[in-house]
């Protein structure tokens, strides 16, 4: 039996030398390694059967940030500062719904926080009226508004103030969430900052990005590892 608990990130796809490229920010990786959880790779693969065998692989899911994604998929038409060139983009909604059938713990970060809204049937506000104020990594306080799985990474209580950084323009629609989701972080203006997913099993998004942040950062992985392995116990 292994020692220590698989965690499954997706991948970007960019363009390199004229070629697409499987992609993903180093950061995340050694986050996760960091953790003390082994960090293991998907590319965009589409094909269903081929994602079921590596989530059965795996004790946990780390959803990465990235550009926007196709507001068909949520039922809208493109905003003039929408992004479209997000490659292969049926891969990301594909894989969100395999996760959230496996009901394993998940932590997604930024556009991982937008897709599991999207995957569960919630929609996004395609741009914040105050985007410049979210964008470029400025840093901006949020409040903890329940005794979830957000306040556990932080080491806080529902009522406490952080301080996060941004790099987004878009956000969930809180009149507009997905299934079972519930609004467990507020920014400052807010805007949705995290969300939770009913139940037992750990299914957290944030809309700020941990893998930057050294001080809360480690937190988030830490808990995801941890909950990782109560998820591999109970298999």
């Known amino acids: 039996m292994r020692k220590n608990p698989v965690i499954l990130l997706n991948m ?5 030398n004229n070629r697409e490229n499987d992609v993903i920010i180093s950061q ?30 795996a004790d ?9 994604y196709d507001p068909a998929d949520y039922g809208e038409t493109p905003h003039p500062e929408t992004l479209m060139n997000r490659m292969r983009p049926h891969f990301d909604i594909t894989f969100g719904k395999a996760v959230l059938k496996h ?23 395609q741009h914040l009226d105050n985007a410049e104020e979210h964008r470029n990594g400025v840093y901006h306080e949020a409040e903890i ?4 799985f957000f306040a556990k990474a932080l080491g806080k209580s ?19 969430l997905g299934q079972g989701i519930r609004v467990t972080g507020s920014a400052f203006d807010g805007s949705v900052e995290a969300i939770e997913f009913a139940g037992e099993r750990m299914i957290l998004g944030v809309q700020f990005h941990p893998e930057r942040m050294d001080d809360i950062g480690p937190g988030f992985f830490e808990l995801l590892k941890s909950e990782a392995e109560k998820y591999r116990r109970n298999i």
């Open 103 to 125: 009901k394993m713990p998940v932590l997604g970060i930024c556009a991982g926080c937008q897709l599991l809204n999207i995957v569960s049937g919630g929609k996004l506000i």
């Open 12 to 16: 970007a796809v960019d363009v390199i």
């Open 158 to 176: 529902a009522g406490d103030k952080v301080t996060v950084n941004s790099f987004h323009h878009q956000a969930l629609a809180p009149e507009a």
């Open 145 to 148: 508004l329940y005794d979830g």
């Open 28 to 57: 995340y990786v050694q986050r996760v390694s960091d953790s003390g959880a082994v960090p293991m790779l998907i590319p965009s693969i589409e094909k269903e059967e081929n994602i079921e065998t590596l989530l059965d692989m």
């Open 60 to 68: 946990g899911v780390l959803l990465i940030g990235g550009r926007d």
